[in-house]
Structures are given as structure tokens and as C-alpha cells.
């Protein structure tokens, strides 16, 4: 009843020659069980990733053959496979909607879901803050600092936009610092995206990661605490 309900719902969107944005689910499912019972972790996680992809290319050939030819009349805007849950989003007319529902290897389609991004909560303004931080308190990370734990003799890699190594809060956290000014950056730094003017040298394109890092171990030694682990070095 539930499968018919959202069929009905995907038909209605498509109703009066509009287009519609859903997902195919197939019928057909793979056989884990031999990834059940491997015992090595990076084994099992190929198993079934290849179990998955096998049974998906298999069982998605012939409705993809066909989206193909639908898409070359018209009918189908884009449609995209998937391995993971054997099905295929399509965007396309009632014509090609009607012909997959009819496959008897079609499980069940459904209207494919609208998400949106909610709009940030109103806060209030503070000039500045000089205090441990709000979520750092939430973390409840100053009572673990009171015992003598905040992170001394750790490295903290971070794989985000960056890093403004130079910043006071960050600073004295790089690993890559060696006082006064001097850095050495090598084996300290790695410029995943090739986004940094000079490859060998720490920047941030957004400041994304300067922020993470600095939730993660900054501190500029005063008042304001707004890492977690400030006794940390970070590697970037």
C-alpha cells in the first residue's frame, strides 16, 4: 500500500506532461554474507562494496539501456545510478515513469525528496569574547583540562581548506613552528587541492579550516579558549 501511495505521488508530479524528479529502486539485492564473516576490516569493506557494484551493474543494464534511449527522444532530462542501494534517480515525463513502473524488476519508485537548507537561529552580537568558549564548555572540556589532560604530546591532522598557520591562535600549535618567526613546513603540511600560491607553504582559499583547527587546539595563551585541546599541535 505504501509502494502504490508513492507511485500515485511520483505520477502526480509528472501529471500534464510536467517532469518530475525520482528514484528507481530495483529488486534484486546482493549477497553479503561472505563480507559478514571476514574478519579483516579493509577486506570485508572491499567485499561488499563489490558484492554491491556487481549486483547494481547487473540488474541496472537493461533500465539504463532504456533511459538512454528515452533520453535520446526527449522524455528523460538526466538520470544517475547507484551501487549502494541498487537504484537509479531519474528526471524525466510520465511516459518514461509509466514504462519503469511497469519492469518487473522494479521494486518500488518514489518521488525523489526535496531537502533545503534551514536558515541560520538568530544570536546575539558580542564584540568580543574573552572566556572559555560555548561549545567548548558544552564539551564539557574544561573539567578534563582540571584533571591535566589538554591534549600535550598529540598531533591533531586536519584535511579541510587550510590553515593560516600565522594566526595568534593557531600559531604556537603548528607543528611546524620553530620559534621566533621560523618555520619548517616539511613533512608538517600538505597541500591536498593544490589551491596555495607556493605548495610548500600553509594557506587557507576560505578560512574553513583555520576555523575547524582552531576548534580543535587553538588558543592565543590568554583567556580566550577556543580549542578543545589546547596542549595539541596541529598538522595540517
Known sequence: AGEARQLRSA????A???SATY????????????AAVATDRIARGRLVYQALKAIADSSQRPLLEILRAEAALGRVQRFRSFFSVNAIAVTSNETTLRRLASLPQV???FEAPALSVPQPMAGTAQARVQAVEWNVAK???PEVWARGFTGQGIVIASLDTGVEYTHPALVDHYRGALGGGAFDHNYNW??????????????DDNQHGTHTTG???GGDGGANQMGVAPG?????
Open 11 to 14: 505520477l502526480a508530479e509528472v
Open 16 to 18: 500534464g506532461g510536467r
Open 23 to 34: 528514484v528507481v529502486v530495483l529488486r534484486e539485492r546482493a549477497d553479503l554474507t561472505a
Open 107 to 109: 521494486e518500488q519508485i
Open 139 to 141: 564539551v564539557r572540556a
Open 190 to 203: 600538505w597541500d591536498a587541492t593544490a589551491s596555495c600560491p607556493s605548495p610548500a607553504v600553509p594557506c
Open 215 to 217: 576548534t580543535m587546539a
Open 232 to 236: 595539541a599541535n596541529i598538522n595540517p
